[in-house]
């Protein structure tokens, strides 16, 4: 099974998150985990489209997904899309931004319709919402409370050896590791077609 992490960081702190992920997937054995950062070197077209499962992660700027994301998006268009070649393959996103909130759901959900308009079938967060009672704290999982993909918010002060904090990176394994488990069972259980 070939798990793609397709993921752009102009700073390094959503590469720190997309590492996460990848940990999270390789926990599942059978997974062969690809990482690609956008920006470094070719995109590498045929492993994305030998790939059961493709994660997509970019920073949140101004509030949407990166330029350099985009422009892969539009790559794809010619690539991928034209000829469905990701249709019905397992897709999950993440982002990471420096304000708490930062509008980084448009992010999410920029890249869920991204994933739907190649026919990808997304998989979700899959976790209740940390630090939403008076319990909680920001060292739970899912401590930004989101259910369409991983969330992690790096402070703009600090390097990325800093910040992102743990819990956003094991939320983000989380969706490396449930993005694996699912792909499994996907691709296990078929007989044929795509
Ligand atoms: C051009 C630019 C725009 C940004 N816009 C936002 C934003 O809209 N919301 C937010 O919370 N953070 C914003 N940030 C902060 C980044 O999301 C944050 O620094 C993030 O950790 C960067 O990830 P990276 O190191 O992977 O590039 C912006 C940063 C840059 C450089």
Same mark, same amino acid.
């Given at each position: 099974?070939?798990?793609?992490?397709?993921?752009?960081?102009?700073?390094?702190?959503?590469?720190?998150?997309?590492?996460?992920?990848?940990?999270?997937?390789?926990?599942?054995?059978?997974?062969?985990?690809?990482?690609?950062?956008?920006?470094?070197?070719?995109?590498?077209?045929? *492993?994305?489209?030998?790939?059961?499962?493709?994660?997509?992660?970019?920073?949140t700027y101004n509030g949407l997904?990166?330029?350099?994301?985009?422009?892969?998006?539009?790559?794809? *268009?010619?690539?991928?899309?034209?000829?469905?070649?990701?249709?019905?393959?397992? =897709?999950?996103?993440? *982002?990471?931004s420096?304000?708490?909130?930062g509008d980084k759901l448009n992010s999410?959900?920029?890249?869920?319709?991204?994933?739907?308009?190649?026919?990808?079938?997304?998989?979700?967060?899959?976790?209740?919402?940390?630090?939403?009672?008076? *319990?909680?704290?920001?060292?739970?999982?899912?401590?930004?409370?989101?259910?369409?993909?991983?969330?992690?918010?790096?402070?703009?002060?600090?390097?990325?050896?800093?910040?992102?904090?743990?819990?956003?990176?094991?939320?983000? =394994?989380?969706?490396?590791?449930?993005?694996?488990?699912?792909?499994?069972?996907?691709?296990?259980?078929?007989?044929?077609?795509?």
């Amino acid at each position: 099974m070939l798990i793609s992490i397709v993921y752009h960081s102009g700073y390094g702190h959503t590469a720190r998150q997309a590492e996460a992920v990848a940990e999270g997937a390789r926990r599942v054995a059978g997974a062969d985990v690809k990482l690609t950062s956008i920006g470094d070197g070719e995109i590498p077209w045929d *492993t994305l489209e030998a790939s059961d499962a493709i994660i997509f992660g970019s920073p949140t700027y101004n509030g949407l997904i990166s330029a350099k994301f985009k422009e892969f998006m539009e790559a794809s *268009t010619k690539t991928a899309w034209f000829e469905q070649k990701w249709l019905n393959k397992i =897709a999950a996103g993440f *982002t990471n931004s420096g304000a708490q909130h930062g509008d980084k759901l448009n992010s999410l959900v920029s890249i869920a319709l991204f994933a739907a308009q190649h026919g990808m079938t997304w998989v979700n967060l899959g976790l209740m919402p940390g630090n939403s009672s008076s *319990t909680g704290s920001v060292n739970d999982l899912n401590r930004i409370g989101s259910w369409l993909g991983a969330m992690a918010q790096s402070n703009n002060d600090q390097a990325p050896d800093v910040t992102p904090i743990k819990s956003d990176l094991d939320t983000a =394994a989380h969706l490396g590791q449930r993005v694996a488990e699912i792909t499994q069972r996907f691709v296990s259980g078929s007989t044929q077609g795509k």
